[in-house]
Every structure is written in C-alpha cells, then in structure tokens.
C-alpha cells in the first residue's frame, strides 16, 4: 500500500511549502521517516517576525507566523535555564520546551525548527530587566553560520553596548529600518549613561547601508556624514552646530536619497550663522520655515526649526506645499 | 418578414481547439486521444513528442506507450489537462498562500481515496505536469489542517515506527534467495 512517505522528495518539498508551521510540526511527529526529512530539509516556517520581551521573572517569545502568533511564557526557577531558547535560537531550533513552565502551545512548539534562510521580517528585543538576554543572543548569533536576516530591528535597551551587541550579526543587505528604544520602564540607576556615543555604530555596514532610522536615546555622534545616506531619520542629537546644519541642507539639496531628516537637540552650537545664511524665514506658527528648490525638480527641501522646542526637519515636499507668500530660494 | 443568412455555425472551442490529436496507450493498454495543447502541459510527455518528431500527420498513427500510468490514472490526467489547456500562464507557484480556492471542477476530479491520490501523484510526476502536482499538493496539504500526528498517520497511511521496524525486522529475518 502507497503512503505519503512513498512519494517523490519534489512532491514532498512541494508539500512543506504550502503548509503552515502547525502542520509542519504536525508532520514531524507523524513517523522517523518524516521527522528526519523536515530536521534535514528545514522547510520554511513563514517566520515573520520575532519578539522577545524580558520582564522580572519571565521571558515572552512571541513567534508571529504568516498565519498566526504563538505566545511563549519562561519563567524563571522552572526545571531549566530561562535562555535555554536562546542556542536553539542560533542553529534553527526556535523553542526547547521547558517541563513545569506555563507555556501556551507547549506541545506544538516543542522542537519547532527554523530554516537558516527564513528571512524575518522584524526582530523586536523588549529588554527590562536583565543585560544578560543581550550576552546570550549574542553567542548565539556568533554561532550562526550565517547571518541573521530581517528587515527591521526594533531593540529596546538601556545601553548602546546592547545594540553593539546585535547589530552587526544582521545580514546588511536585507536591514532597512533600524529603531533603537529606551525601555518603557521608569529610570533608575541602571539605566545607563545619559547619552549614547554612536560612533562604533556609524561603522557598522549594518547603519551605512540601512535606510531609516529612529533613536530614541540622546545620542553624540561622530559625524554627521553618517547620517546623511538614510532616508528618514528620526533621533535627538546631543550636541549639533551650525556647521553640522550647513551640510545637512547642502547635502540633501545635492543628493536624491532624503525625504525626512527630523531630530531634536540639546545643544546647538552656532546655530545664528546658520539660520542668518538661510535667508528671511516663512514664519507659520511657532515654526521658521525655508524652502530651497531641488535642481532641475519641481520638489523643494523645506527646512524647519521650532527654536521653543529645540526641534528641525528638513524635508523633501512638493512645491504646491509651499504656502503663497513665502519665497522658494532656487 | 426578413430571412436570416444562413452561415455555418461554428462552436467557440472548434476555431480555437487545435485539430492535431496524439494517441497515448497506458501501462494496460489504454488508449487516449489528447490534444496538442493538452499534451503541453505533461512536460514528460511534449518532449517526447518532440524527440520523436510527430506531426500533425503522423500523431495518431504512432500512438506513444506510456508504460508508467495505467488506465484509471490516465483518464484522470487527460481529463484534467483537456480542462486546463487554455488557462494562463500563472505566476510563480506561491505554494504557501492559502487564499487559492481549488476550482469546484479540480475538486470533484480529486476526490477519490487517498491510496489513488498517491498514484496519480506519482503519475503525475512522472509525466510532469505542474499543476496537476500543485492541486495534489493543496489537497494533500489541506487535509493535514487541525489534525493531530496520530489522525494524519492514519490519514496519509504511514505506519508507527514500531510496525515500520517490525516490518524492516520480518523483511531481514525471511530468507532471501539463496537461504
């Protein structure tokens, strides 16, 4: 009699592809003869997205499917060591069940296998509590044989050693959007340093070849330059000086790439040449506003600065946004 | 009282059906008669159409032997190919998205028990016919939805591993040729 373990490999590939990773577990736990061809072949889970969220005593793995989310609770002190997922992390294995912990789809999730090439599409670590969780993803990033591959990283932590720590084992060529949060909780004196010197990450191929990117943390940055390839930029410079102002608007106007460099800062240094340079501003609301036409284009780099509230943007608009009476500078 | 013309009437399907027939005999003696844009869809099939050059002329006197189908399979397969030999070229094989709803027709055409959806998945491959795999594919994966490891042992017919090892232990213990 003919089974389905009697049918070509391509029927059988063929097959994991379209089923989902419930199935796929499923499968696996059919017979040796399958469980054997899904642990070699590792097929595709439609991995989108993972998210790992460290409180007190616990740890949350969410697992977001194509299809579906699972939900995993660890806690801590229950049979074995709260980064126990973490290895299995790092050569495919998403999930080790732990005997004794509360875990909404214990059984399902039991020895869930990853494909080295799922492509992620968010990798979100919510740190809270413990610095640990950061040494130990980076073992294990450091034991994959490739880099992990996603297109947005979202991490939440208190330090910039953190980030240092991740960042550079994500494949560069698929990171577009790097958001780097400050935990929600309340500060204390592990907080970490007021500001982040971002220096070591402005090397990182992982920063020069992504396309947005969000701090949410004061940052002291090495230069400025570093910043100019992004195409949104959302962050709060420490420090800035007029200088730093005049290539910002010199570069945006001579490359394509900008559409919004927005930033907050503590500190502007000279700023007065730089404004007096700019011209008469539009005043609208507590705004100053400039706009300077692209060459060659009906767009215009419309430069803002709210001095009460220490903010600018410069942004790439139409020019039906200019408001009637305001002057365009070609 | 006006006279309408007379004209032939012409059936849509006969100007676009394209009168070259090929003859298909299976692994029973079977024959089947298919028509060239039918056939194009069996990979297996088109090439050695090809390799061996028949035409328009000579199709139906050189039927082609296909000693891996048998009768029951070949039906199924000419019928589904007749049935899709005008559809469009679809985009890749997005093997995971579930939105696809398998025609009513294709449904009907592979409801039949699981040992003879294995058979034609084998004579499918055989001849390589791509969709005809991917709807098995849909099938076969579908019934797997909500199931637990032991319903789809049952479903997909494979035996526990311990009746595969007493199988394997019963199959070294007999005595082979010499013995």
Partial sequence: MLTLTDLPFSFLDQLLAYSGFREIFCLRKVCRGLREYIDTTKPDLKLTQLFITLREDKLYLTIQFREEQVVVEYRNGYGSNLFDFHCVVSDGEVVKTVKGERCMDKTRLKSLKLSQEAKYNEILFEEQTSRNLFERLEECFKARSCRLQTTEINLQTFSVLQVLSILPYLEPKNLKIIELMLPTVPYNKETGLRTWRTEKLEELEQWQMAVSLKISKDICIDS?????????????FYSISGRDLLTIKNI???????????????????GEQFFESLGRPYIDEQRSLWYFRFPESEQILRVAHWSDSAMMSFHRKDDSSVPGNAVVQE | MSVEPEVPIVQVEEVRENPVLYKIISSDNHVFTISEHAVKLSKTLWDLITNLG????NALDNPIPVENVNGKNME?????CERHKYDE???EYTNYIREFVLPEWDRQLLSIDNEELFQLILATNYLDIQKLMDYCCRVIGDMAKDKTPEEL????????????DALERSASDSPGPSG
């Fill in chain 1, 224 to 236: 400025i330059m570093n910043f100019l390839h992004f195409t949104h930029v959302c962050v709060t």
């Fill in chain 1, 252 to 270: 945006l106007l001579d490359t394509d790439n900008v559409h919004e460099f927005f930033f907050k800062y503590k500190h502007l240094y000279h």
């Fill in chain 2, 54 to 57: 028949l035409t328009a002329e």
């Fill in chain 2, 76 to 80: 199924t397969i000419v019928q589904f």
């Fill in chain 2, 89 to 91: 070229e679809e985009p």
């Fill in chain 2, 153 to 164: 042992r049952i479903i997909y017919g494979i035996p526990t591993d311990a009746e595969d």
